[in-house]
């Protein structure tokens, strides 16, 4: 393992300050605090016993993180909104479960307290609130996220559960000595009531679920908590309180019956920018903001909060989308990172520079890094990547996102089977899969146990970027930069959780993508470099910022030889099945419309990207027809064709290094593994080679339709000049007529007065004029003065003169 030499010399201290003020005011600093802050035990206000305990004993937790800290005392005793910013992995889950469920315990004293006796109002046995009454609605952009998010809940219930039957097994004992009065009121109601009819199950709204039945007894039971995404949440609520406007006497009440929002008081948007920002999240937003009570609190969390108040976008980011969102007044908690850096050690007797300061929106214990290759070295690298981390820093687990869904299908495929990779454990996930597929991946990468020796790799979109908390992560890999660059911090954020140490690596291509580096420095984001993983590689990450030594490196436009080694591996997997090279074409397909879809476009420049290196790292076997390749095809030629004349320039270089040559193969024999398939597609053949000449005599026919189409849109445009020129002309002869009148009018004037003047200055200027643009006032003025030529240059004079004789 190389160690980094900077490293030694400075003391990384993580600093996290909690910063709470109104949204009008800017975050300032107001002081520091370890990783931890506090004890959950000394929380003012006190929590409620079997809630405290369930942290103690179900989570294990003994001490509050900053954001927590920082928000649970707030957003217990004040009443008001919350926009929360704490970096990726530091518990802002708890931070607003916690006072979910003290709140909820206050309102069901409250309910309680003015609905009289158990059952006496809602005839359901519950003491506060009714079975269909909704308290609180969490919203998460994604179906991993809400379950993850309802698992927690469901772990304070069932704490709740054990917490009360260990009171009722102590106090059966008699073992039970409360000397705390407030805990004794507390157990009171508890005890004498059934809890399940208290606290019902959380109600998880995600994909797969029926949420839009036109009957509501077949929609899930509400309950105090809902957790779900945003189409989920919506169709919910407006299918369940839709009922409520029917005519129907009988369906009216079904639907009273079956959801209310009478005592609803928050709603948590976690993720938030992610919500506010996609337009299907924010379609789904409108409805529900429609449909909950006025009267609410909005509690709103992401790791990139605050990024959004200053963006300018279409979508409801920003302060004044979040105010015509009916979201004003938003009380800021930021939870600030700070890393002290030790000033370097000067030479002689100097005194050491003073430690600086600086802010930073990752977790302090992860390494973020980058590495630049050329596209065609991209899956080398990330081969290597996976291995080196493995072999030198015995890292074991890891996550691979890719752009798009069809990128992380098809690389599911083939990185399994590359020898190097063999001994890993790969899962994919993306939006494609089906709910219950994503739901097994997810849970066979969190339950296996990953070693140096059978490491475990999970390729996903960005489904699985946010909020999700996948123990152990070591490594997070970026074959792929995100669309949104937000994303990033999020994506990284899946490793270094809760002070554990990760790393993040993200694949930048030479040119333009560089600078990203910059781009993420100034959002404080900083990344070290890593240099290109040669074949021996060693973990060599350069703090120095200075360039490798390895030779890919040292010629900028040069290849690395193994990338073309790696190319052939992949395409002899494709060569396997031909459904590989139809996953392959759709995968490069998509990622390249993907990458015309940065936010970045000026550092992610599709003008720039290098397709055919692209092709390569895809393992091609043929490049699909697409106008990219065509427009690069054309612009390596050009730049081929300047070589060849000595005028190329550095771009023209890059260009030239770029080839593609396609695999020399027997497509018609190129079969698919799936029998059924194999069938269809050599019926097919068969049909096209029985209607060979036919469909030879149509293609040709369709030749000749083009090129007649393209003749007439030759010939339509020629009549439309030929017209053009034509109106033109009348127009001018019409003008020549007009002036002609005029002049023999003037003439005719200038006659009768018997005036010998030459013509006006003016109306020689607008002779001229005219003739400027006019080529027949041209030839009309040539043959007017050849006349007077003819005439003796005078023919005014001497038809005057005639006049006189
Ligand atoms: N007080 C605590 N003490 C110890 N561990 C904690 C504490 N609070 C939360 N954790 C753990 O820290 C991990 C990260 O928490 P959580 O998922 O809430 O982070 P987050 O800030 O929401 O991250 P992200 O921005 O990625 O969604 C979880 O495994 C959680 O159980």
């Not at 809760?498 to 580096?517: A, D, F, H, N, P």
Request: charged share 30%; net charge neutral.
């Amino acid at each position: 393992m190389v160690t980094s030499t900077k490293r030694k010399q400075e003391q990384i201290q993580a600093v996290a300050a909690a910063v709470i003020e109104p949204s009008s005011k800017k975050p300032k600093t107001t002081g520091s605090a370890p990783s931890f802050a506090g004890s959950w035990d000394k929380l003012k206000p006190i929590l409620t016993p079997w809630i405290l305990e369930t942290i103690h004993t179900t989570f294990g937790f003994t001490n509050l993180t900053p954001v927590q800290a920082s928000l649970i005392p707030l957003a217990i005793s004040k009443n008001k909104d919350f926009l929360v910013e704490a970096v990726t992995g530091s518990g802002k889950t708890l931070s607003y479960v916690v006072p979910i469920l003290e709140r909820l315990v206050a309102k069901e004293a409250e309910m309680a307290k003015e609905r009289g006796s158990a059952g006496s109002q809602g005839g359901t046995g519950v003491k506060g609130l009714r079975r269909n009454e909704v308290f609180a609605l969490v919203v998460v952009p994604t179906r991993e996220l809400a379950v993850q998010v309802h698992a927690v809940f469901e772990l304070f219930f069932q704490g709740l559960r054990t917490y009360v039957a260990d009171q009722k097994a102590m106090n059966s004992h008699g073992k039970e000595e409360t000397t705390d009065d407030a805990t004794q009121q507390e157990q009171q109601p508890l005890e004498t009531t059934i809890i399940e009819e208290i606290y019902p199950s959380p109600l998880l709204l995600v994909s797969g679920q029926t949420t839009t039945s036109k009957s509501t007894t077949a929609l899930p039971a509400p309950s105090p908590i809902i957790i779900g995404t945003p189409g989920r949440v919506a169709s919910y609520l407006s299918t369940s309180l839709s009922t409520s406007s029917s005519s129907s006497t009988s369906a009216f009440a079904r639907a009273r019956k079956h959801l209310s929002l009478t005592p609803f008081s928050l709603l948590i948007l976690d993720e938030a920018d992610s919500l506010l920002s996609s337009p299907d999240h924010l379609r789904n937003m409108h409805t529900i903001w429609q449909t909950v009570p006025r009267q609410r609190r909005n509690w709103l969390f992401s790791a990139t909060m605050m990024d959004v108040l200053s963006e300018r976008t279409n979508g409801l980011l920003g302060q004044t989308g979040l105010e015509r969102a009916g979201l004003k007044n938003l009380t800021r908690v930021v939870v600030k990172v700070e890393t002290k850096v030790k000033g370097r050690e000067q030479e002689g007797n100097e005194p050491a520079a003073p430690a600086e300061v600086k802010q930073r929106r990752t977790p302090v214990s992860l390494q973020n890094t980058y590495i630049l290759c050329h596209a065609a070295e991209k899956t080398l690298q990330l081969v290597r990547a996976l291995c080196t981390e493995t072999t030198n820093n015995e890292h074991s687990k890891f996550i691979v996102y890719f752009s798009t869904c069809a990128a992380v299908d098809y690389f599911y495929r083939i990185l399994r089977r590359l020898p190097e990779l063999s001994h890993f454990h790969f899962s994919s996930l993306h939006g494609h899969l089906p709910p219950p597929i994503r739901t097994s991946t997810l849970s066979t990468f969190t339950s296996h146990t990953s070693t140096p020796l059978r490491p475990s790799v999970l390729l996903c979109t960005d489904v699985a970027a946010r909020g999700l908390d996948l123990p152990d992560v070591d490594v997070v890999v970026q074959y792929d930069a995100p669309m949104d660059p937000k994303v990033f911090s999020h994506r990284a954020g899946r490793a270094a959780r809760m002070g554990r140490q990760g790393k993040g690596i993200v694949l930048l291509t030479k040119g333009s993508e560089e600078g990203y580096i910059e781009f993420l420095a100034l959002r404080k984001i900083p990344l070290r470099k890593q240099a290109y993983i040669g074949p021996e590689a060693e973990d060599q990450v350069d703090n120095e910022g200075g360039e490798s030594s390895t030779a890919a490196e040292k010629s900028p436009f040069a290849v690395d030889p193994a990338a073309d080694a790696m190319q052939l591996a992949i395409q002899n997997i494709v060569l396997e099945d031909r459904d590989l090279a139809d996953k392959a074409a759709k995968a490069f397909v998509s990622a390249v419309r993907a990458y015309s879809k940065h936010e970045a476009s000026y550092i992610f420049r599709l003008r720039d990207l290098d397709v055919f290196g692209m092709g390569k790292s895809f393992g091609l076997l043929r490049l699909p027809r697409m106008p990219e390749i065509r427009d690069w095809k054309d612009r390596v030629a050009k730049a081929r064709e300047r070589q060849e004349k000595g005028k190329a320039g550095d771009d023209d270089e890059r260009l030239i290094s770029s080839t593609w040559q396609d695999r020399d193969m027997n497509w018609d024999e190129f079969a698919y593994v799936s029998k059924t398939r194999e069938a269809q597609r050599l019926a097919e053949l068969k049909e096209a080679e029985s209607k060979k000449d036919e469909i030879a005599a149509e293609r040709e026919q369709a030749a000749k339709a083009r090129r007649e189409m393209a003749e007439k849109r030759v010939a339509w445009s020629v009549k439309k000049d030929r017209k053009d020129r034509k109106d033109v002309r009348r127009e001018k002869k019409d003008r020549k007529k007009d002036w002609e009148a005029k002049e023999a009018k003037r003439l005719e004037v200038e006659a009768g007065e018997h005036t010998l003047d030459k013509p006006t200055a003016q109306s020689s200027a607008t002779v001229a004029s005219d003739g400027d643009d006019d080529d027949e006032m041209d030839e009309y003025r040539e043959a007017k003065k050849s006349k007077k030529e003819h005439t003796g240059g005078n023919m005014i004079q001497s038809d005057m003169f005639d006049d006189l004789s």
